[in-house]
């Protein structure tokens, strides 16, 4: 009797970017966030960076996400990033006049990046929640903490209970609450004059 040999072959998803107006140092940085991570976890890390060269990153990852889904007919949420890698690219030289008309370089780097995804054995994990997800707008943490323990204290039929019902701080005058408004636009925007 022969026996079957089963070979499972990881689908290895490639993409490439190149000539990206980044400098590899500063494109690492970013790079270094998202290696390794589920393709989901690192979009959502990229769409809240403050860095230049999240974008073109994320758009290299949507780009290898829509290969997988369209070539390999792969499942978005068990893509990871399995290597990704940010080369050097050509260098533009500028130049700008300094003391006595002398010509100074300026060297304009580019990157090119290469990713590659695969897909991950067993069910996709559950991305966690966030931790403002419990929260209803308007509401603090602290409040609703204490509206739960008042909830239960009240279900066990304490006494107690009824002492944290009149908890809480005391309503502010309509003006105060007015000059805070005030002064917070003053900090935000850093003006001196005008109300």
């Known amino acids: 009797m022969a026996e079957k040999t089963i070979t499972t072959e990881k689908k290895l998803v490639k993409a490439s970017a190149r ?14 966030m998202v290696r390794n991570a589920a393709v989901d976890s690192a979009l959502e890390q990229l769409r809240f960076s403050s860095k230049k060269a999240a974008l073109p990153l994320a758009k290299l990852i949507n ?4 290969n997988a889904q369209h070539n390999f007919n792969l499942d978005k949420n068990r893509l990871y990033i399995k290597t990704l890698t940010v080369d050097g690219g050509p260098v ?6 300094r003391a006595y008309g ?8 580019t990157s090119h990046i290469n990713i590659i995804l695969e897909e991950r054995k067993g069910a996709p994990k559950k ?3 966030s931790i403002f997800a419990g929260i209803r707008p308007g509401k ?7 509206k739960h323990d008042h909830e239960a204290e009240e279900a066990k039929g304490t ?3 009824e002492k944290k019902v009149n908890r809480g701080p005391a309503p ?16 935000l925007f850093n003006r001196k004059s005008g109300e």
């Open 127 to 129: 991305t966690s929640r």
């Open 19 to 32: 000539f990206i107006q980044v400098s590899p140092q500063k494109m690492r940085l970013v790079a270094d």
């Open 102 to 109: 002398s010509p100074s370089a300026i060297h304009k780097r």
């Open 159 to 161: 006494v107690e209970a």
């Open 140 to 146: 603090s943490a602290r409040t609703q903490e204490h």
């Open 63 to 66: 780009s290898a996400v829509a």
């Open 92 to 97: 533009l030289d500028r130049f700008r006049p």
């Open 172 to 187: 502010k005058p309509e003006e105060k609450r007015k000059g805070n408004k005030i002064s917070l636009k003053r900090r």
